[in-house]
């Protein structure tokens, strides 16, 4: 019983290394063949998790009596939730990924901007750095969708 299993295994092995090979490269799939919509998943992914951090250090610096930082906070935060969303609906390549692409990248803007004016902090100047990223990954998928028609 376990030879037959592991006599099945080795055929379905070979039979997707075969498959795989046969498929000529411009013959991709359509989900393989628009990397920018993974390139911008990837880019607004790293960015929530960016600001969620940059909104974390935020609350500790007002905790510490930096009020000045209670703004940027809440800038962080819907950034965050912008990022979040533009990630989910572009990974699975959506059909309004271009819709929530454009808004997260001028979320990103704000974002990017009230960050980069701490330029003495270090945490800050890395969620600004990933917001420019970001909004350059989302704007780039908004030109390519138009361009390829999706």
Not at 37 to 61: F, G, N, P, Q, V
Not at 63 to 92: N, P, Q, S
Not at 120 to 143: I, L, N, S, T, Y
Request: charged share 25%; proline share 2%.
């Amino acid at each position: 019983m376990v030879g037959r299993f592991c006599a099945m295994g080795l055929f379905a092995t070979g039979l997707m290394a075969w498959s795989g090979s046969a498929i000529p490269a411009d013959d991709k799939p359509p989900e393989h063949r628009n990397d920018h919509y993974a390139s911008c998943a990837k880019a607004c992914a790293d960015c929530m998790r960016a600001c969620e951090s940059c909104a974390r250090h935020c609350a500790d610096l007002v905790a510490t009596g930096h009020k000045e930082h209670l703004h940027t906070m809440g800038i962080c935060v819907d950034c965050g939730d912008f990022c979040a969303a533009a990630a989910k609906i572009a990974a699975r390549r959506g059909s309004m990924a271009s819709l929530i692409c454009e808004s997260c990248a001028k979320a990103c803007d704000t974002c990017g901007s009230a960050c980069a004016r701490y330029t003495d902090d270090h945490h800050m100047m890395e969620c600004a750095k990933e917001c420019r990223d970001c909004a350059k990954a989302c704007r780039d998928m908004v030109q390519e969708s138009a361009r390829t028609g999706g």
